[in-house]
């Protein structure tokens, strides 16, 4: 694909509403973490899912299989936490950001969080993506979702 085929391509899905996630990753009492907008459920049975990954983000080192994982969906109110873990070189996630539970790291006032074990990593292009296991789910009905449509955050609350 060439560059401007990749700039159309880059373009076209910005038209695509996403949710917006962290994902994060437990390395002792280290939390790493990274924006993501790919999430996708793969399989109920065993449950399943899935998200990208660019394979130069430095967190993709840690994603390796059997790696406690948890894919925390995004509220409405944070937007500056979603933009902090989509800056390269801005792994390591606030600590005021997260709560521990087991041996989950999850983002605090998360719309949903899905925990699991990374079952593998497949590169695809210039991402990887990571197969989850998921073992726990969490979620608040009711809140808004933080989105990503034309290329800036939103929500879907009218």
């Known amino acids: 694909m060439?560059?401007?085929?990749?700039?159309?391509?880059r373009h076209g899905?910005?038209?695509n509403p996403t949710g917006v996630c962290v994902v994060t990753v437990a390395d002792g009492t280290d939390v790493q973490g990274v924006t993501i907008g790919s999430l996708v459920s793969i399989s109920l049975e065993p449950?399943?899912?899935g998200f990208f990954v660019g394979q130069e983000r430095s967190i993709l080192g840690s994603l390796?299989?059997?790696t406690a994982v948890t894919a925390n969906v995004l509220g409405a109110g944070q937007v500056a936490l979603a933009r902090r873990m989509a800056t390269r070189g801005h792994s390591a996630v606030p600590a005021q950001h997260l709560c521990r539970e087991?041996?989950?790291a999850l983002v605090r006032r998360a719309v949903a969080s899905y925990s699991g074990p990374v079952e593998r990593v497949l590169?695809?292009?210039?991402h990887c993506l990571v197969v989850v296991a998921v073992e726990a789910v969490r979620a608040t009905p009711g809140r808004a979702p933080l989105v990503f449509h034309d290329s800036r955050f939103t929500t879907t609350q009218e």
Do not use: M, S
């Open 102 to 104: 087991g041996g989950w």
């Open 64 to 66: 390796l299989p059997g």
């Open 47 to 49: 449950p399943l899912l």
């Open 13 to 15: 899905f910005a038209q």
């Open 123 to 126: 590169p695809l292009g210039d």
């Open 2 to 9: 060439t560059a401007r085929a990749g700039t159309a391509l």
